[in-house]
């Protein structure tokens, strides 16, 4: 286990809460927006403009920081192959081992 994984976890889960908030802003102004507001027309494709932006710093911190819970994982898999691993015993005294024939 990796002391960073714990910090990097938390700034992850804060960047998906911040994503999550700014998305459901961005619902919220494309609700607002006029009928006539589709994409291609400026309201629209401003809106839009300021919601990627907003997100991009969160985007980012999941771009620097999101390799950790591939770590995790791997760690998790390796340390469950290990405890499943049988163990393994020592020939019997005086048994012949077939390789040295």
Not at 64 to 78: D, K, V
Not at 82 to 100: C, D, E, K
Request: aromatic share 8%; charged share 25%; glycine share 4%.
């Amino acid at each position: 286990m990796q002391s960073r994984w714990r910090w990097q976890t938390d700034v992850l889960r804060s960047a998906l809460d911040q994503l999550d908030e700014l998305h459901d802003q961005w619902l919220g102004t494309r609700d607002g927006l006029p009928a006539n507001a589709s994409p291609g027309t400026a309201a629209f494709d401003d809106a839009q403009a300021e919601y990627h932006a907003e997100a991009w710093s969160h985007l980012d911190t999941w771009a620097t920081h999101g390799y950790a819970l591939r770590e995790i994982n791997t760690a998790a898999r390796n340390a469950r192959l290990r405890r499943s691993a049988p163990p393994t015993t020592a020939p019997a005294p005086g048994a012949r081992n077939p390789a040295r024939t």
